[in-house]
């Protein structure tokens, strides 16, 4: 497995690895999970893929098997500004408005988004090896833009997840049930380091 980052403006070095990550998540968020999110045939695409975000992506044998999207908190695109921050101001209708108590807008904290693996990775380990390599191509990026914390909106699952690859996860806002796909989510917050000796890619 191989991390890559990028963004927009250096995609096209990357062959077709972006169009393939929109591919896997429209599999699992519109096929598999039933999400009502922009999409086609082909691929799920939404307002936060601007120049703005930056995508980390894992690759086995040249194939997107995992990837994550991540942008700061002081993000403004048009009449959008990064997901949570606008489920916080009402403009999200499939999020609920009290998930996050405050809206964060600093340099210092980054939003995570559209975390996928693909269901082609079979193993627990190959999978806490995907999900590493992932978020540490997000930790990467925020590092190298001045980030010192990363946010998501994700399964309580990925919670423990995260603490046990090293990451210091924890959530800042309260869970809600989602009655479109059946899971519970709340806002997790982490330091953008790990406190345990990264894994190897293979």
Not at 22 to 51: A, C
Not at 114 to 134: G, K, M, N, P, Q
Not at 148 to 156: C, G, I, K, Q, V
Request: hydrophobic residues 40%.
């Amino acid at each position: 497995m191989e991390n890559i980052t990028f963004d927009l403006s250096d995609l096209h070095r990357h062959g077709s690895a972006f169009y393939d990550y929109l591919r896997l998540r429209k599999h699992f968020f519109v096929d598999t999970l039933g999400w009502d999110i922009p999409h086609n045939d082909s691929v799920e695409m939404d307002q936060y893929d601007n120049p703005l975000a930056h995508y980390s992506l894992v690759l086995r044998e040249g194939k997107v098997i995992g990837g994550a999207r991540t942008m700061p908190t002081t993000s403004n695109w048009g009449q959008y500004t990064y997901m949570l921050r606008d489920a916080v101001a009402g403009k999200l209708v499939d999020i609920p408005d009290r998930v996050l108590n405050d809206q964060i807008e600093t340099p210092l904290v980054w939003e995570c988004t559209r975390l996928v693996i693909s269901e082609d990775v079979h193993s627990a380990a190959d999978r806490s090896l995907c999900l590493t390599l992932i978020v540490d191509g997000l930790v990467r990026v925020a590092n190298a833009h001045g980030a010192t914390e990363l946010m998501s909106l994700s399964p309580l699952s990925l919670e423990r997840a995260l603490r046990q690859l090293g990451y210091g996860a924890h959530r800042i806002g309260q869970p809600y049930h989602n009655p479109g796909d059946g899971r519970r989510y709340a806002v997790l917050a982490m330091p953008a380091r790990r406190v345990l000796h990264a894994h190897a890619a293979e």
